[in-house]
């Protein structure tokens, strides 16, 4: 029972309704107008304090608490309140009861539909009047059904679609009211996606990075990821229920190479039992030699250098002072020993191990002196000094190369090397300590006396003057992740396939595990000042931030190590050229001009196809948070597959077309106006995803019109934006269906809120490929 203050609200929201109420004894009826009418959404009144109540005996006052109604009725007949309902997505399928025992041949049972109890608005699921005169609507049509009884509802092959609030009307003709009764269903999704970001784990020693874990499912699983790492940062021990969670940032490093980085998805539901999946990256860590070296003196001498290294090395080399013992280039073994079977006097002094690979020098070092203890044989002791100095390849472009040598106290200097202008230094005539801090022999016996037990043939010495400097280790790559060793390219640069104001495409080889490939390289004019270098880098990272899909010009790869100021940003190839010029070769075929090349033969189908690609592309990009700004048939590729295939560009442009979020164009820059939506004409350049669809319907227009220009006739940006403004468009071109013109119109719509997205445009091309194009193949990643 409720009170009779609490009555008399209930009364005034069933008022709100559009329901007459009468006063009782103890109860309040409530009468109904007209349903609505079938098919036709319907508003609802905002939520009721309360939550459903069930009543098992008949004739007795209930309390029904109801998001679209809150009353106190007398009913002569019992009623069972659905509770809420869980089903498995495509599994099940689901039943509502709208149980009333009555049995009265002229109700009418209405199903309803809305998104949640709270939700103002609902759409007709389901209309019984008879078992000849029912109908289900929308989406619900063609599997929903009414069982024996018709107050029983079954929708079939429940999707996450079908999530939301189910509520019957039970509309009894003799006393004209409706009881509602209502369910809430929730369609579970066992997790099937888990990811971890970035999934190319190839990082550098001492690089931050930060994963991510996302995953898929209803209800939104426990998330955890964890990691063997050296840093464990902020690893998520406790699980954390959401679609995703972050582990970092976290400093990678060395050791850390081919360790694991874990996420576990759990779902909690008593349908799903307790269901986990789990999946993991194993990180490829690139860092500079790491060298042991370990010694085994006495009587004898035996010298072993270890060297770990990823990428592997390129060479070890282990000295004598300045004296070469051992070189080898082999990389199918990390270690070189050098024996000798007895000791001399001459052996002691300073032994350097070092190496090198990509990422940069590394050297470890240790001391033998000749020790004749009283009493005792003499023989080597090791008195070691270990610098295991790597390439710091990350601070600066100058690299320093440290040499360590015995000065005449035993003191260790080191030795700066930088480019290629190293000091000359002038040995003292009596063979005392140098200006480099090495002593100096001029007799290869001074090494020690060649006995055949040695492991090496005695080499003489090079004075370090006379040495050519150490070659610098390479640069750190700007992006590791993507670069490429120049001596896989093959740049031909006699074939120039795009140019802009300050950079270059040529056609290029790429080769890959022995095969080559044909790709566009971009690369920056001889003439490009610092700061379009650092544009050139930027758009590097754009394109890399972007990411790889079936609608977008696929990224090979970038050299950046090989010369700072030309890199090489590399490119797949799409052979036919830009849509532009490919669509004017079409219309000299269809004027008669000569052609093997089939594709040329531009079909009505493939019009759709160019479409659907585009704006499977452009809705890509938009995911990715971007805007392209210059949307045009000059900016789009075209390769062939087993269909047309086109991809979206900027080669060719004068600047970095891709921008994040929105960018306002620059007053100084040449603006392709005809590509440009009216608000950007209007209001200086503000581009944004509706001023991109904009330039879509243009690209439409290119497109049907073989190439042709937009706007003829019109030659001045001012006229083009009064007569825009005033509601005129372009009319519809020769040859061109009303489905492509209404696509084009719907992309001109003044306001860009009313403008399609490019979902809802691939959405349409698609569905007409499907629905009259039997042959239609999809283009996928």
């Not at 409530?30 to 036709?40: I, L």
């Not at 000798?340 to 070092?354: F, K």
């Not at 033998?368 to 044989?377: D, G, I, R, S, T």
């Not at 719509?749 to 979902?759: G, I, M, N, Q």
Request: glycine share 8%; with cysteine.
């Amino acid at each position: 029972m409720i009170s009779a203050r609490h009555r008399a609200a209930h009364v005034y929201r069933l008022a709100e309704l559009g329901f007459t109420a009468e006063s009782g004894v103890g109860s309040v009826f409530a009468g109904s107008g007209r349903p609505t009418p079938a098919g036709q959404p319907m508003t609802k009144a905002t939520p009721c304090w309360g939550s459903e109540a069930v009543h098992r005996g008949p004739s007795e006052n209930v309390s029904i608490f109801h998001p679209s109604i809150c009353l106190e009725i007398r009913l002569a007949h019992g009623i069972r309140i659905s509770r809420p309902v869980a089903v498995l997505e495509h599994a099940d399928d689901v039943t509502f009861n709208c149980t009333d025992q009555s049995d009265l041949p002229d109700q009418v049972v209405d199903w309803w539909y809305s998104e949640s109890q709270a939700d103002r608005v609902s759409f007709h699921v389901f209309r019984y009047k008879s078992q000849n005169a029912s109908r289900a609507f929308h989406r619900w049509a063609g599997r929903t059904f009414i069982a024996e009884s018709f107050l029983t509802l079954t929708i079939k092959n429940v999707t996450v679609e079908d999530t939301g609030y189910y509520h019957c009307e039970l509309i009894r003709g003799d006393t004209n009211h409706i009881t509602r009764i209502g369910s809430d269903l929730t369609v579970l999704v066992p997790t099937s996606r888990l990811e971890i970001q970035p999934a190319n784990a190839t990082f550098t020693d001492g690089e931050e990075v930060t994963f991510s874990c996302t995953a898929n499912g209803i209800p939104e699983p426990y998330l955890r990821c964890t990691n063997g790492l050296t840093d464990t940062g902020t690893g998520i021990r406790e699980p954390v229920q959401g679609r995703s969670v972050s582990l970092g940032p976290l400093s990678v490093s060395w050791v850390d190479n081919q360790k694991n980085v874990t996420c576990e998805a759990e779902q909690h539901h008593p349908l799903l039992s307790r269901h986990v999946i789990e999946t993991s990256v194993t990180l490829n860590v690139l860092y500079a030699p790491r060298i042991t070296i370990e010694s085994m003196v006495g009587k004898g001498l035996n010298l072993t250098c270890k060297v770990e290294a990823n990428p592997t090395f390129t060479y070890i080399q282990l000295t004598k002072g300045n004296v070469t013992l051992l070189t080898t280039n082999e990389t199918e073994s990390n270690t070189v020993i050098y024996t000798r079977q007895s000791a001399h006097p001459n052996d002691t002094g300073l032994y350097m191990c070092v190496a090198e690979n990509v990422l940069g020098l590394s050297s470890a070092s240790v001391r033998l002196e000749w020790n004749c203890e009283k009493n005792a044989e003499c023989g080597l002791e090791e008195r070691p000094i270990t610098v295991n100095k790597e390439a710091d390849v990350r601070k600066n472009d100058i690299v320093s190369y440290l040499g360590i040598a015995l000065g005449g106290l035993g003191v260790g200097i080191l030795t700066l090397w930088v480019g290629r202008h190293v000091h000359k230094r002038r040995r003292t005539q009596d063979g005392r300590e140098n200006e480099v801090g090495l002593v100096t022999t001029s007799s290869a016996d001074e090494i020690g006396p060649s006995d055949p037990d040695t492991a090496v043939e005695s080499v003489a010495l090079v004075d370090m003057d006379d040495r050519p400097p150490m070659p610098l280790p390479r640069p750190k790559p700007r992006f590791p992740k993507y670069e490429l060793s120049l001596d896989r390219l093959d740049i031909d640069t006699s074939h120039v396939i795009g140019r802009g104001a300050f950079a270059k495409v040529y056609k290029g080889t790429l080769t890959e595990k022995g095969k080559e490939e044909p790709v566009a390289i971009k690369t920056l004019k001889d003439n490009a000042t610092e700061e379009e270098t650092k544009l050139f880098f930027e758009e590097i990272g754009i394109v890399i931030d972007i990411g790889s899909h079936v609608g977008v010009l696929r990224m090979r790869g970038c050299c950046t190590t090989h010369d700072p100021t030309r890199p090489l940003l590399v490119m797949e190839y799409m052979p036919y050229g830009d849509l532009l010029n490919f669509l004017e070769k079409c219309k000299e075929v269809r004027n008669g001009a000569t052609c093997d090349d089939s594709i040329y033969q531009l079909e009505e189908k493939m019009k759709y196809q160019i479409g659907s690609q585009v704006a499977g592309g452009m809705q890509y990009i938009c995911k990715q948070k971007y805007i392209h700004g210059d949307l045009a048939a000059r900016n789009i590729l075209v390769s062939k597959g087993q269909t047309i295939v086109v991809k979206i560009s900027d080669f060719g442009l004068t600047a970095d077309i891709y921008q994040k979020g929105y960018k306002r164009q620059d007053p100084d820059q040449l603006v392709p106006y005809k590509w440009i939506s009216l608000e950007r004409l209007l209001v200086n350049g503000r581009c944004t995803e509706k001023s991109d669809v904009w330039s879509f319907g243009i690209l439409l227009y290119e497109v049907v019109t073989l190439g042709g220009p937009p706007y003829p006739n019109i030659h001045f940006a001012e006229i083009l934006r009064d007569k825009l403004s005033s509601g005129w468009r372009m009319e519809m071109p020769e040859d061109c269906s009303f489905f492509m013109y209404d696509c084009m119109k719907s992309c001109w719509k003044a306001k860009p809120t009313d403008r399609p997205t490019f979902s809802q445009l691939k959405n349409k091309f698609d569905n007409v490929l499907l629905k009259f194009f039997s042959d239609y193949n999809t283009v996928r990643s």
